[in-house]
């Protein structure tokens, strides 16, 4: 029967190993301290008021063009037409001049049909044509007095780069909702200057 030799660590190696288990455990354990830390504060964060004079809410958007928004801010916040962003601060108190510095960018849809992906090079020359009909907005609208209810900011995307924002609590479409404006606007041949 063959000689089997078994290599069995000194006492200095196993300490070693045991001492690199205990900071690998320690560094993961800090590292998912720290992410907790961070994960309660953003959650807090966009839901409470920071007693600063100032309060989180979420940033979200509404199309009301057959244009595609590709992305927006508001006051340098970003926002979605898809749904919820965190956050955008907005004051306790509401004061008169209180304005929204809204820039988005367009995809008016102009661009070839998509080719795939089969031919590489003719898609890449289609996503460049994409990409060049993006189309840059920017305006500055006032924000509606608010109260102490307020649910952070919707910006509402109208016909002719036309925008409208809304602090309220209450969903689009709903009887007290101050937007009326329909879903599904047409562009008109000329829009107002």
Known sequence: MPEINLILPSRKSAEFCENRRLQTSQKKCFTHGMLSVFLFLFISGCSQTGGNGYTAGDVRGYNHTSQGINRFTVNGYGGGVRGNTCCILLPDKWSPGFKAHVEWEVDPKTASQFPGYKHWEEYLKWEKEVKASFRKHRAVVDIPEYGEERCGITVHFLACNQIK???ICDG??????????????????????
């Open 165 to 167: 924002v809304t602090t």
């Open 172 to 193: 689009y479409g709903t009887p007290n909702y101050p937007i009326k404006e329909p879903l599904d606007m047409k562009e008109p041949a000329q829009c107002p200057k």
